[in-house]
């Protein structure tokens, strides 16, 4: 299936990255990126890292290459910077996401209230705190994390812009419209490519918002992707790698790409 690839959205941890395996990188998929940046495309890494955790997994994983788009938290938007610095905030969108958030975990305090009180008195799991206040939590199971889930979904019943990504074992307290697709969609305005030119892979639930279709027309994940990635993309269209972490990130580019 050809089409012309014009911007890679990829997720980093257990996408790209191989955490328990050698080698951690797929050599192939590292010098395709490289070779549709040489082309012309763009590509971002979307994560739930910080820009900090990130640029410390490029460093540490010793990547050959650097996307020209970082999309951290699964929600700010960076681009390499002019400054000296190494990524400088891309538009508004970054001081848009700070302020709505601000607002809803201001107007939500009996909500995380009861989700505190539920994660302290019911689970194992543990509370982030960050300097503006509870920010997510750690579980120590699957299976916490799905009782843990559940109860939120019912106490934002009264807040509905109150919500969660789910990502492994952690879970980070969000707005509702902000999200790793939402931040996909804000950044092909920004840079003007239209969804029927981006492809995007990711392997977990907080992959899912770039990964159903809405914002990029060639949605994959790799093999060791969770059922529930599996089917969003299934049901996009996209296509499912038989092979694993940046192997199977190759498999899908070639399945996507225009020929070589």
């Known amino acids: ?22 080698p951690i990188l797929d050599p192939d998929c590292m010098k395709l990126i490289s070779l549709l940046q040489e082309e012309g495309a ?5 994560t739930g890292r910080s820009v900090e955790l990130l640029e410390s997994g490029l460093t540490d994983f010793s990547f050959p290459i650097r996307p020209d788009f970082i999309l951290t938290n699964e929600r700010d938007i ?6 000296g610095k190494k990524w400088e905030a891309f538009g508004d969108w970054n001081d848009r996401c700070a302020r709505e958030h601000a607002e ?11 989700v505190i009180d539920f994660v302290n008195k019911k689970t194992k799991a543990r509370i982030i705190y960050e300097s503006e206040g509870p920010a997510g939590l750690i579980v ?5 994390m799905d009782r843990v889930t559940k109860f939120i979904e019912q106490a934002r019943a009264k807040q509905s812009k109150f919500n969660y990504q789910r990502n492994t074992v952690y879970l980070r307290f969000c707005h509702a419209d ?13 840079i003007d490519i239209p969804r029927e030119n981006v492809f995007a892979a990711g392997d977990h639930h907080n992959d899912v918002s770039m990964l159903d279709g809405k914002f ?26 038989k092979k694993e972490f940046g192997a199977g990130v190759y498999e899908a580019l070639r399945y996507f790409a225009d020929p070589l």
């Not at 089409?3 to 257990?14: K, N, Q």
């Not at 763009?42 to 979307?46: D, E, I, R």
């Not at 902000?178 to 920004?190: D, P």
């Open 78 to 83: 960076f681009r390499p910077a002019q400054n």
């Open 42 to 46: 763009l590509w971002a890494v979307n």
């Open 104 to 114: 809803l975990f201001s107007s939500s305090q009996s909500v995380l209230a009861e």
């Open 216 to 241: 990029a027309a060639m949605p994959s994940c790799p093999a060791n992707a969770i059922p529930e990635v599996k089917d969003a993309v299934r049901a996009a269209g996209g296509y499912i790698a």
């Open 140 to 144: 120590s199971s699957d299976e916490e």
């Open 178 to 190: 902000y999200h790793k697709g939402a931040a996909l969609a804000e950044l092909t305005r920004l």
């Open 1 to 22: 299936m050809a089409a012309t690839i014009r911007l890679l959205s990829t997720d980093f941890d257990g996408t790209l990255v191989a955490h328990d395996s050698d």
